[in-house]
């Protein structure tokens, strides 16, 4: 159990219902210039859900299931942060939690739950130019919200069965228009990284009712902020991100420790960052925006790299975003394209890519 540290500025928070919206069809379905999507894939059934800020500056979506004939679209409402994007968490029981950064400057979220949204604004001072990052563990309901706030630490809301939690700063120093990311384990371990003032990828890990702190190293590109994906069966963590040469970089634990910082390869468009899934197996698939502003991948398998250029053309100063389909390895990269339209890629079974998709 996570104890409370009033130093630390913990709170409980009210469950204030400050607005409602209902999925429809929305006029306006452009995406919102220099943000990026993020995606949920519900573990049950495979639905997908791809959230992204329009041109409204409002959340929308695009949803997909077996009972709707192709996507439908719809805006849950809203006013985000411009220059900011969304991050989103599903449970098992389809459930899911959209978090944004609102016009405010503060955390706020949309939760889908017996088909309806219900938002809420969280509270906490958000640093300019930076977005959420939330993670969950699916097994006990132990949610986390990572942000920089404005005094350029790491911070965060945390949820477990006593209810909401925060703000909380945990501190560090953040680069300047970076954001963090996160991987959260069944255990409840916690593990939060971003680029430093150094430019150098850091961490802040939750173990054992406390953070501890720490600086792996690398040297990330300006504009750039590192993506996290875990294999939580095995403990195997990848945390990707943009090395001072463009090209996608890594760094890697398994049960033998860390690994890196290794350069893995690529061209790497200004100003974007990676995304990645991976699977029980630990194969790993990172993908980028390659400088021809297409979707380009590397993926880990059989104790070595392999890249290719998937094509498409993504919009300038956005980026992708993967998720997966545990059940069976289906894939989706989600991506604004140069017309500022959701589009994706899709692996589905039993093996071939789909794309580029429109949606």
Not at 109 to 131: D, I, M
Not at 251 to 268: D, L
Request: net charge negative; charged share 15%.
């Amino acid at each position: 159990m996570r104890m409370l540290d009033k130093s630390a500025g913990l709170c409980l928070l009210s469950a204030v219902v400050i607005g409602m919206a209902l999925p429809g069809n929305a006029m306006a379905i452009k995406a919102e210039p220099e943000t990026s999507p993020t995606a949920v894939v519900n573990p049950s059934n495979g639905e997908q859900w791809c959230f992204f800020v329009d041109n409204e500056h409002e959340i929308a979506y695009w949803h997909h299931s077996k009972s709707t004939e192709g996507w439908v679209k719809g805006v849950v409402g809203g006013s985000v942060k411009a220059g900011t994007s969304p991050s989103a968490v599903i449970y098992k029981t389809g459930e899911i939690f959209v978090y944004y950064v609102n016009a405010n400057g503060e955390i706020a979220n949309w939760t889908y739950s017996e088909s309806k949204w219900v938002g809420r604004a969280f509270g906490g001072k958000v640093e300019t130019g930076s977005s959420p990052f939330a993670a969950t563990n699916t097994e006990n309901l132990v949610q986390y919200v990572f942000y920089v706030n404005s005094g350029g630490e790491v911070a965060d809301f945390f949820l477990n069965k006593e209810g909401w939690h925060g703000p909380s700063a945990i501190g560090g120093a953040v680069k300047a228009k970076t954001s963090p990311t996160a991987v959260v384990y069944a255990t409840g371990e916690a593990f939060a990284y971003y680029v430093n003032s150094s430019s150098e990828i850091a961490n802040w890990t939750y173990s054992e009712s406390k953070w501890a702190g720490r600086a792996f190293g690398g040297k990330v590109e300006t504009g750039s902020s590192p993506f996290a994906a875990t294999n939580a069966a095995n403990g195997v963590q990848f945390v990707f991100y943009v090395n001072s040469s463009k090209e996608v970089g890594d760094f890697f634990a398994n049960k033998e420790g860390w690994h890196g910082p290794s350069a893995i390869g690529g061209a790497v468009k200004a100003k974007t960052s990676p995304t990645a899934v991976i699977y029980a197996s630990g194969e790993a698939f990172a993908y980028y925006v390659n400088s021809s502003s297409e979707i380009a991948n590397w993926t880990y398998s059989e104790s070595k790299w392999v890249g290719r250029a998937f094509g498409g053309k993504v919009e300038t100063g956005s980026s992708p975003f993967a998720a997966t389909y545990t059940s069976n390895n289906e894939q989706y990269v989600f991506y604004a394209n140069g017309s500022a339209e959701i589009s994706d890629f899709a692996y589905v079974v039993p093996g071939e890519w789909i794309g580029p998709t429109t949606l």
